[in-house]
């Protein structure tokens, strides 16, 4: 039998990163102080100012939890997201578990499908879904023009819309998330489900997606954070009918000047935004255990 | 007769312009352990995922059980398959990693606890049910791999070099292990590896490739004793390989030249060689003895004498590389009992059988 010998070192262990190791941070460091957490401090602080009194106040606040329109704007934020996460994930996990696993010089191409729409800019390629989408648009002006309808059908200023558009712009994202935890799965593995008497449907449920859920947890929450924190898109596909917290915040700031109350409005969206991030990661870590990967 | 469980009928593959799997004609005998035997990249997995059915032969036909696979997917082939990394389900305890096979095929669930607890009993597993794989160390996952691959009962099991991974003491034990698996079970094991020894102790055929093609297939003793090539005496065991010519001599053997004619040995005269197309001439470095250890032999043997230029201690054996007459040097491997009596600078006799002297025609 082998013994084995535990012992505690006898000198304190030194520091792993010695001070000279931290002076490269300063840069970075310096410029997020600068130009994120003192802007950050000062719309926390701004939201509890009033536009009449001296004294801080949380008047805008119960302004917001007791204005309808406002909370349906978040309540229509929420879903939009929700809605806009569970597209992404859906559609870039075919897409991903195809590029984690293509060796022809096919993967090279359709990667760079994938990610180039990035490069087109948000604003043009909201655009280019108008031109589609409007009542006059592409599909409405065909449909039309077969007989198939005679009224347009309601494809843009409108969730509908909004989430088309969303999809699209963050699609890339999901994308990339997807292929990591993909691309870390063994294909050995399926081959071994496969060799088991496993059909391509069985590989895909016993094995691919639950050794992918991380992922698919991180798809959905990059999904989220960055549909709910979209302007360009709701504010363009969605119409003044279609409001988001983000174009609120927009609209209180260029149009009511009323700085406190759109400070509110940001708050709360990063509080929603930090609460998804909190449960995503929690259940990431949860499921990464859970998983025994 | 003995049932033939794999053939491979002229099968190839190739990859682009690069031909990995040249034409390659085998047939796997039912309940044997065979060995694929050659170096890294000579198209051994390749083979192996033919087989399997993850890759489609270029040209020719894979048949198992008399049936001709083209179009059968992995799943309907009923074999088993052990990767060299194990490729265990993180995400599955032991019993479910074990179970998968039998659940797949719908089995009740009874049967396939049944199925589990006999197949880690083969292996000598059991009590580690519900332990996770990354739970186990790598000698037991191996095990789990060979008890997932044997539950569902398949007639053939691949492995792809299994005990690579493994370090030298366990290796070992597994090999012994694995071969008795193979035998309690009467499965026909197809066994992958570029370690000649591992080849040699367990196998009952082995077929050595080289290239993308079999440069030799036989009984490991048949190998070790005749190989075909300089290659195959090369690669399996250790020996001198010396290029050689050969013609008819007295009593129907043949006289070889070695070293530029400075040398000549008598060889007993194969069947298959023709004297006119010797290159190469083998000879394995125990059967060069001291000529008075070799007194008992009784064939008829060459005489030489030799200077000890260097002599490695083994332990059991003391392997010395010895210059003779002629300028060649021949390595050779001596029990070690006559260790204090040789060392470098020794003149010293030496016997080297007839049959001993092998002649290869590359
Ligand atoms: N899908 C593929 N596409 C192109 N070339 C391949 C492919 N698979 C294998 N090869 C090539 O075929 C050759 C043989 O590969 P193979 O994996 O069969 O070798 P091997 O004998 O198993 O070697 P090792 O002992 O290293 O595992 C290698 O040169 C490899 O690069
Ligand atoms: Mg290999």
Redesign the pocket.
């Known amino acids: 039998m082998a013994v084995i010998i535990c012992s505690t070192p006898t000198k304190p262990l030194r520091a792993v990163v010695p001070v000279k190791g931290l002076l490269p941070l300063i840069a970075p460091s310096l410029v997020l102080v600068l130009f994120f957490a003192i802007p950050m401090g000062m719309m926390i602080g701004i939201s509890f100012q009033s536009q009449t009194e001296g004294s801080p106040t949380l008047a805008s606040y119960s302004r917001f939890f007791s204005n309808d329109l406002v909370l349906a704007g978040l309540a229509r934020t929420v879903v939009m997201s929700g809605l806009v996460a569970l597209c992404v994930t859906v559609l870039a996990y075919p897409l991903a578990y195809y590029l984690a696993r293509a060796?022809s010089r096919w993967r090279t191409v359709i990667f760079a499908l994938a990610i180039a729409p990035e490069l087109a800019g948000v604003v043009l390629r909201t655009y280019g879904w108008l031109i589609i989408l409007e009542d006059r648009g592409f599909i409405n002006s065909a449909l039309i023009w077969t007989g198939l309808i005679t009224e347009p059908l309601p494809l843009s200023k409108n969730l509908f819309g909004v989430v088309v558009g969303l999809t699209h712009v963050i699609l890339p994202f999901g994308v990339l998330s997807l292929l990591t935890s993909l691309q870390g799965i063994n294909p050995n593995l399926e081959k071994s489900a496969q060799i088991l008497g496993a059909s391509r449907l069985a590989v895909i449920r016993h094995i691919i997606l639950p050794l992918s859920v991380p992922g698919i947890v991180s798809s959905f929450l990059i999904g989220f954070t960055m549909a709910a924190s979209a302007y360009a898109t709701p504010a363009l596909l969605g119409g003044a009918g279609f409001k988001v917290m983000a174009t609120m915040v927009y609209e209180q700031v260029l149009f009511y000047l009323d700085w406190p109350f759109a400070a509110v409005m940001a708050n709360v969206l990063l509080i929603l935004m930090l609460a998804a991030g909190f449960i995503g990661s929690r259940l990431e870590s949860r499921l990464h255990q859970k998983l025994h990967l | 007769m003995t049932t033939i469980d794999i053939e491979l009928l002229s099968v190839s593959k190739q990859?682009?312009a690069?031909r990995?799997?040249d034409d390659i004609s085998l047939a796997i005998p039912k309940g044997k352990f065979v060995s694929i035997l050659?170096?890294?990249?000579?198209?051994?997995?390749?083979?192996?995922?033919m087989i399997a059915g993850f890759?489609a032969p270029s040209s020719g036909q894979i048949r198992i059980r008399g049936r001709d696979q083209e179009g059968v997917p992995p799943e309907a082939r009923k074999i088993g398959l052990v990767f060299q990394n194990y490729a265990l389900f993180p995400h599955m305890t032991v019993a479910q990693n074990v179970g998968f096979g039998l659940k797949m095929q719908g089995r009740p669930r009874e049967e396939i606890a049944d199925g589990v607890s006999r197949a880690l009993k083969s292996v000598h597993l059991e009590g580690f049910e519900d332990r996770y794989p990354k739970e186990l160390s790598g000698g037991q996952q191996q095990r789990v791999a060979v008890a997932r691959a044997i539950a569902p009962s398949p007639s053939v099991l691949l492995l792809?070099?299994p005990l690579s991974n493994l370090d030298l003491k366990l290796r070992e034990a597994m090999r012994v292990e694995l071969k008795e698996i193979q035998e309690d079970l009467g499965m026909t094991f197809i066994y992958?590896t570029?370690d000649q020894e591992e080849a040699m102790a367990m196998s009952d055929r082995i077929i050595v490739?080289q290239g993308?093609v079999v440069a030799q297939e036989g009984a490991p003793a048949d190998i070790y004793g005749s190989p075909r090539t300089s290659f195959v005496a090369d690669f399996i065991g250790k020996s001198n390989i010396l290029p050689a010519s050969a013609e008819p001599g007295a009593d129907r053997n043949l006289k070889v030249s070695l070293g530029a004619g400075k040398a000549v040995l008598t060889a007993a005269r194969g069947d298959d060689v023709a004297p006119d197309n010797v290159r190469f001439c083998c000879i394995r470095p125990e059967a060069v003895r001291l000529a008075e250890a070799a007194g008992a032999l009784d064939e008829p043997a060459n005489r030489l004498t030799g200077t000890v230029q260097k002599v490695v201690n083994l332990g059991a054996y003391i392997e010395a590389w010895m210059l003779v007459d002629g300028g060649i040097t021949l390595k050779s491997m001596i029990r070690s009992t006559r260790l204090e009596k040789l060392s470098a600078g020794c003149r010293v006799d030496l016997a080297i059988a007839h049959s001993a002297v092998q002649l290869l025609e590359q």
Do not use: A, Q, R, W
Not at chain 2, 38 to 49: A, H, V
């Open positions: 060796t | 990859f682009g690069n990995i799997v050659g170096p890294s990249g000579c198209g051994k997995t390749t083979t192996l995922n890759e792809d070099e992958v570029h490739m993308g």
